[in-house]
């Protein structure tokens, strides 16, 4: 299992990757200042990569880079500076990745798996069921035989395997109504299987290309005038969203279930 070390002083963000790196089976150790950072480099006699933010309390990323390297640690930034300066700093100092905030989890784990893969910190044999997956040769094998994958395929393959027991499920529309989102809840947990668990379920409305507007408009007749007019209601409010209050509450709902996925 790969240790990575995650150097963040934001505790909600640093408890955020430990967090969704240990659901998709990696090891974590935090650190949430400079000076612990150094400590815990003391503590621990492997580390795979480490993730650091620059603007860091007592020691900054930059000035950590050169201990990090001392010991071999490969290392991706993590920073909100996004400033071509500070890119370019980063990458000639050493860092094999240099990551602006916000990011999203599944990016970073991709990122991560690459520089793993190059740096030799990755686990090369991965299983699943019968399914043996060999990431230095990029062969896959099912009872010994090996199966003929497109690299897509494998990508993909690796990724699944990587994060067994997650199901993931999207869906459309425009019902804003509580019985609309219960139906599509008891729609996604039919689909959730014995191996994985069900976490939940979030539906926020989103704009829809104009084009269906005028369908609705289209299809109006003397007789269900009423009904065409609620669909265009429904639309219109529709596209005023996602709003802040939207993403706001995706976000809490988003770390509600990596928190659940984690017990």
Sequence with gaps: ????????????????????????????????????????????ERFDLALVDIMLPEVDGFALLPHLRERGIPVIYLTAKNDIESKVQGLKSGAEDYIVKPFEILELIVRMDKVLERTGGASKLLRAGDIELRTDERAVYRNGEALPLKPLEFELLTLFIKNKNI?????????NSPEYYRLIEKNVSAWVNGSCRYLGC??????????????????????????V?????NFD???????????????EFALACVSRASE
């Design 237 to 251: 409010q529709a596209m005023t969203h996602p709003d802040r209050e939207d993403l706001k509450k995706a976000q």
């Design 202 to 227: 979030y539906l926020c409305q989103g704009k829809m290309p104009m084009q269906v507007r005028q369908k609705y408009e289209n299809m109006r007749t003397e007789e269900n005038s009423a009904q």
């Design 167 to 175: 199901a993931l499920f999207g869906t459309c529309g425009m019902g």
């Design 229 to 233: 007019d609620g669909f265009i209601r």
């Design 1 to 44: 299992m790969s240790r990575i070390f995650v150097i963040e002083d934001e505790e909600a963000i640093n408890k955020l990757i430990c967090t969704s790196l240990t659901v998709a089976g990696y090891e974590t150790v935090p650190a949430y200042d400079g000076n612990e950072a150094l400590a815990k480099l003391r503590d621990f």
